[in-house]
């Protein structure tokens, strides 16, 4: 199945969208966002993924990333979302507190496949700094917009409080 919109320049710097099947509110819970977090720093020092901007909503993703040379952002994505799917899906099923477990599993598991991605990353590449920051408004005016916080740096699970408070937590490359 192919793309309208797909990675062309490997070290390119692009807007990616990750979003869960059937928007499902999977990272209403923080275990799960922090699944994606720890993820995010493996593909980080092991990957060489760069991440510029970032945020997990409930049901979705955004990020800005790069890849240094010598790896593949597609291959960063690829291995990110695979590794997320199957951790992510597994704890749904060993977390006893987890109301929603079985619809859950019902809804990601379909036989012995999982699918808890959509396909896709909608990867939109970042052509000028003007670009770059309206994205990266974007991504940290999501939560503001959906009602979770007041200011955007007091959401936890975004690169608005990494920049503000400087102790966010993923590593941010900057732009220069």
Known sequence: ?????????QQGIYFITCTVVEWVDVFSNAIYKDM??????????NKGLLVYGWVIMSNHMHLIVSCKEGFDLSNALR???????????????????????????????????????????HPEE?????????????????????????????YVYSSAKDME?????????YLC
């Open 1 to 9: 199945m192919g793309f309208a919109y797909k990675i062309n320049d």
């Open 36 to 45: 994606v977090i720890e993820s995010l720093k493996f593909c980080q020092d």
């Open 79 to 121: 291995d990110l979302k695979k590794f997320t799917s199957t951790t992510i899906v597994d704890a749904i099923g060993a977390n006893k507190r987890e109301s929603r477990r079985n619809w859950l599993l019902w809804l990601l598991k379909k036989g012995e496949a999982t699918t808890f991605w959509q396909p896709g990353n």
């Open 126 to 154: 970042i052509y000028s700094m003007d670009f770059f920051l309206q994205k990266l408004n974007y991504i940290h005016l999501n939560p503001v917009r959906a009602h979770l916080v007041y200011n955007a740096a007091d």
């Open 165 to 173: 408070h400087n102790n966010g937590q993923i590593k941010l490359s």
